[in-house]
């Protein structure tokens, strides 16, 4: 990432107001008759819970339909959204007290009250990936009364606000009654603009509004402020070929399309009522390395990898047009407050000779190193096909498999049945939400080592200081090598020339949007 926030372009649409609860919020508005809206998606979710699941699909999704205390600004600021402020941290940082709004209502007609969003967070602390990284550092989770909620911790954690935003992975409060402790819900019922109508798999995923919504207050935010379903149904329909979904847009079959070939950018440009949009920048591709199971538990393996690889060609390979990549190896990115190249040095070295050296001394006797893949992310195919080259080449011995991202994400749970995965990450504000980093990923990376750099980064309140923790705990990100990240890259979509109101996001959500007459 070259600049420090997404510039995000939000758009202010006027809309009746009251007063109800926290303050002015905005009302539902009459949705334009019979409107739908239908988006082209990588494939089926494999889940439509926020909270079990890091998947941006399922982020996409179901973000319509269920909410979190907190959320991020287009300026990745944390700002409430079922919270009705920020939280009130006693002295010593290990009391957070939580202030709510009195004016939710869940898609079942009840209230939103402290008792819900107690139940909710215990779960998420026992289901989500993110969650579960809290549960060392959180003591208990109360209702304080009908409208506030105190998290008590046992020592100070500074991305805990962060966590709470997150959309995938997701906090995602949900009414008492529908939760079974860590079993599936009992029903899929949220606080969102949207509601689930109907789920064919592999067919489609029908969202209608919910005319019980009640809006956060202020005008619209990045995530945050107004929201508004002027469309009456979202229909998510899963096109795992990219081809097909540049092709449907241009064919006027879909309203929007995420996730396409960045070499389809002349193709949408030169089609009528179609929008080509770059999110730049958008996120990283990664190679991540089971640390837990298989020939990468030894970690020179892994440093073989790291010495293997040229991102270079994984990125041209990928997108073709360097517009749409940047080589860059650290995490956060020049112009972001936790860049750091110093901890990066090793990143691009792309030396075969220095890799076979290093298998010939790590005694590797040519086990098959499984990768996982899958071409519904076209550009993620494409980079595993240059890194099975090069990798051959140092002397690895490559079993490359080629699978639907719903398998893929299934099988990358089982630690016994791979040794590596291709994915990608979408750009965070806090380093703690990053998925490698948590040690519940797949991929397990948690070393003592590491375990005590992410603690002392965790636990240190004062931001200047966090960042030399962060640049330590990066610089045994190098050394251990969990996981490769390839570079930067940037994100290509279209839109109709008819849905209007459409904020370009990493996450694209559609309440505030309309389709034009």
Same mark, same amino acid.
């Given at each position: 990432?070259?600049?420090?926030?997404?510039?995000?372009?939000?758009?202010?649409?006027?809309?009746?107001?009251?007063?109800?609860?926290?303050?002015?919020?905005?009302?539902?508005?009459?949705?334009?008759?019979?409107?739908?809206?239908?988006?082209?998606?990588?494939?089926?979710?494999?889940?439509?819970?926020?909270?079990?699941?890091?998947?941006?699909?399922?982020?996409?999704?179901?973000?319509?339909?269920?909410?979190?205390?907190?959320?991020?600004?287009?300026?990745?600021?944390?700002?409430?959204?079922?919270?009705?402020?920020?939280?009130?941290?006693?002295?010593?940082?290990?009391?957070?007290?939580?202030? @709510?709004?009195?004016?939710?209502?869940?898609?079942?007609?009840?209230?939103?009250?402290?008792?819900?969003?107690?139940?909710?967070?215990?779960?998420?602390?026992?289901?989500?990936?993110?969650?579960?990284?809290?549960?060392?550092?959180?003591?208990?989770?109360?209702?304080?009364?009908?409208?506030?909620?105190?998290?008590?911790?046992?020592?100070? @954690?500074?991305?805990?606000?962060?966590?709470?935003?997150?959309?995938?992975?997701?906090?995602?409060?949900?009414?008492?009654?529908?939760?079974?402790?860590?079993?599936?819900?009992?029903? @899929?019922?949220?606080?969102?603009?949207?509601?689930?109508?109907?789920? &064919?798999?592999?067919? %489609?995923?029908?969202?209608?509004?919910?005319?019980?919504?009640?809006?956060?207050?202020?005008?619209?935010?990045?995530?945050?402020?107004?929201?508004?379903?002027?469309?009456?149904?979202?229909?998510?329909?899963?096109?795992?070929?990219?081809?097909?979904?540049?092709?449907?847009?241009?064919?006027?079959?879909?309203?929007?399309?995420?996730?396409?070939?960045?070499?389809?950018?002349?193709?949408?440009?030169?089609? &009528?009522?179609?929008?080509?949009?770059?999110?730049?920048?958008?996120?990283?591709?990664?190679?991540?390395?089971?640390?837990?199971?298989?020939?990468?538990?030894?970690?020179?393996?892994?440093?073989?990898?790291?010495?293997?690889?040229?991102?270079?060609?994984?990125?041209?390979?990928?997108?073709?047009?360097?517009?749409?990549?940047?080589?860059?190896?650290?995490?956060?990115?020049?112009?972001?407050?936790?860049?750091?190249?110093?901890?990066?040095?090793?990143?691009?070295?792309?030396?075969?000779?220095?890799?076979?050296?290093? @298998?010939?001394?790590?005694?590797?006797?040519?086990?098959?190193?499984?990768?996982?893949?899958?071409?519904? %992310?076209?550009?993620?195919?494409?980079?595993?096909?240059?890194?099975?080259?090069?990798?051959?080449?140092?002397?690895?011995?490559?079993?490359?498999?080629?699978?639907?991202?719903?398998?893929?994400?299934?099988?990358?749970?089982?630690?016994?049945?791979?040794?590596?995965?291709?994915?990608?990450?979408?750009?965070? /504000?806090?380093?703690?939400?990053?998925?490698?980093?948590? /040690?519940?990923?797949?991929?397990?990376?948690?070393?003592?080592?590491?375990?005590?750099?992410?603690?002392?980064?965790?636990?240190?309140?004062?931001?200047?200081?966090?960042?030399?923790?962060?640049?330590?705990?990066?610089?045994?990100?190098?050394?251990?090598?969990?996981?490769?990240?390839?570079?930067?890259?940037?994100?290509?979509?279209?839109?109709?020339?008819?849905?209007?109101?459409?904020?370009?996001?990493?996450?694209?959500?559609?309440?505030?949007?309309?389709?034009?007459?």
């Amino acid at each position: 990432m070259k600049s420090s926030v997404r510039s995000l372009l939000v758009t202010a649409v006027a809309g009746a107001v009251f007063t109800a609860g926290c303050g002015t919020v905005w009302a539902q508005q009459p949705a334009t008759k019979d409107s739908v809206v239908i988006v082209a998606t990588v494939g089926e979710p494999p889940t439509l819970d926020p909270v079990g699941v890091t998947a941006d699909l399922v982020s996409i999704i179901t973000q319509h339909v269920f909410e979190t205390l907190y959320t991020f600004d287009k300026e990745w600021k944390v700002m409430p959204l079922l919270a009705s402020g920020m939280p009130v941290l006693s002295a010593d940082g290990k009391t957070f007290t939580i202030p @709510l709004r009195s004016d939710v209502k869940f898609q079942d007609g009840t209230t939103m009250t402290a008792d819900d969003v107690v139940a909710s967070l215990d779960r998420w602390t026992k289901v989500s990936p993110r969650g579960k990284t809290t549960t060392s550092a959180i003591e208990s989770i109360t209702a304080k009364d009908a409208n506030s909620v105190v998290i008590g911790l046992k020592t100070p @954690l500074a991305p805990l606000t962060s966590l709470l935003a997150m959309n995938n992975g997701a906090a995602a409060i949900m009414p008492k009654s529908v939760i079974d402790g860590t079993n599936a819900v009992k029903s @899929l019922v949220g606080t969102g603009p949207y509601k689930i109508l109907e789920h &064919k798999p592999d067919q %489609y995923i029908r969202l209608v509004r919910f005319d019980g919504y009640v809006s956060p207050a202020g005008e619209a935010n990045g995530y945050g402020g107004k929201r508004v379903a002027k469309i009456n149904e979202i229909r998510f329909v899963p096109v795992p070929n990219a081809t097909t979904r540049v092709e449907g847009m241009v064919a006027g079959q879909y309203h929007f399309a995420d996730s396409l070939p960045a070499e389809m950018l002349p193709r949408l440009k030169d089609a &009528k009522g179609v929008k080509a949009i770059v999110v730049k920048p958008f996120g990283f591709p990664l190679m991540i390395m089971n640390s837990k199971t298989g020939v990468f538990t030894n970690q020179s393996l892994r440093q073989a990898v790291l010495a293997a690889l040229g991102p270079k060609d994984m990125l041209l390979a990928a997108f073709g047009d360097p517009g749409f990549f940047a080589l860059e190896g650290s995490v956060y990115a020049p112009g972001t407050a936790f860049y750091d190249e110093d901890s990066a040095k090793t990143y691009n070295q792309n030396n075969p000779k220095k890799a076979a050296d290093l @298998l010939k001394a790590a005694g590797y006797k040519a086990e098959p190193v499984r990768i996982l893949t899958s071409t519904q %992310y076209d550009f993620l195919y494409k980079m595993s096909l240059v890194a099975q080259a090069q990798l051959e080449q140092a002397g690895f011995k490559v079993d490359l498999q080629v699978l639907d991202w719903a398998t893929l994400m299934q099988k990358r749970g089982d630690e016994k049945q791979w040794d590596a995965f291709f994915t990608y990450h979408t750009f965070v /504000p806090e380093p703690s939400l990053i998925t490698f980093v948590n /040690p519940a990923y797949p991929g397990w990376w948690d070393t003592p080592e590491k375990r005590e750099a992410l603690a002392a980064f965790n636990t240190e309140m004062d931001p200047a200081k966090r960042k030399a923790k962060w640049t330590a705990l990066q610089g045994l990100f190098y050394t251990q090598v969990p996981t490769i990240k390839v570079g930067e890259f940037y994100n290509l979509a279209a839109s109709s020339d008819k849905l209007k109101g459409y904020v370009p996001m990493p996450w694209p959500f559609f309440w505030n949007a309309e389709i034009a007459n």
